[in-house]
């Protein structure tokens, strides 16, 4: 144990210490992950870093200066890439000149228009969710989700290049009508978004469907021999694959009635019945 980190985190090495808001792993020698600790949201960013090109999947939410980080990691052109348009997932996307997303109406809607500061207000600054001061730089009153530009919209099936290596888009809703995960088979590595973590799969939010998430997860079953690892967008990374059929079993359970549920209310005031199984949560309307 390289030192005393977040839980998930404690086996890999921390890097850029002295970033305020962020917190930088480096889990092999051609992959980062960079952390919100002190956000409810817990967004957890990838960075893989090909001979060509270093994809950023997903941007957090917006409150860090995650650019200068990132050009610390890498001197790699950086390409973007978000999982969906979950704000906490968008938030830094303004700062990057390449930024790839799945071509679906609601992400080509929230691209050209951003989000207003009253709903980022409430999404991402509202009571409770952050912890401790917010960085000097960061001004919660004006903060907005600014309009930003796709270089490519993506497609089910289409390939990534990133220079020694392709990483395949698979479309996987279920948490959000445009979620998709991405597979790296040279690195043995499935980029799960928020369906497959320790944690629980927000299907109560808007646009989530829990009948949807069991055909994604029986998806990604499909291609299970093709990988080792699953690096989600929250909370710990580096997970094992036999995560995978686990969370399948346990969505199956909730639509057989076989799984009982407790009612509860997110921090936002939603109310949802929650699924709980041994290390995650399958949260349903």
Known sequence: MKEDGRPGFESFERVCKDEPWFEAYRITSDIFVIHEPRHYEGTTLTLIIGTQVALLIDTGCGIGNLRPLVERLTDKPVLVVNTHTHLDHLGANYQFDN???FDHPVTRRIAEHGVSSTEYQFEILCDGLVEGPLPEHFDAHSAILQPFTVSRWLQD???IDIGGSQLEVLFTPGE?????????????ILCSSDIVLLGGVWSHLPGGNVHDLAKSYQRLMVHFDDFDHIMPSHGPTWLDKDLLPEMLAGVQAVLSGASKAVSCTDPWGRRFQNHKFDCFGIQIR
């Open 99 to 101: 930024v790839a997303m």
């Open 157 to 159: 099936g289409d390939q």
């Open 176 to 188: 959000a009508v445009d979620n998709f995960c991405l597979l790296d088979r040279y690195r043995r």
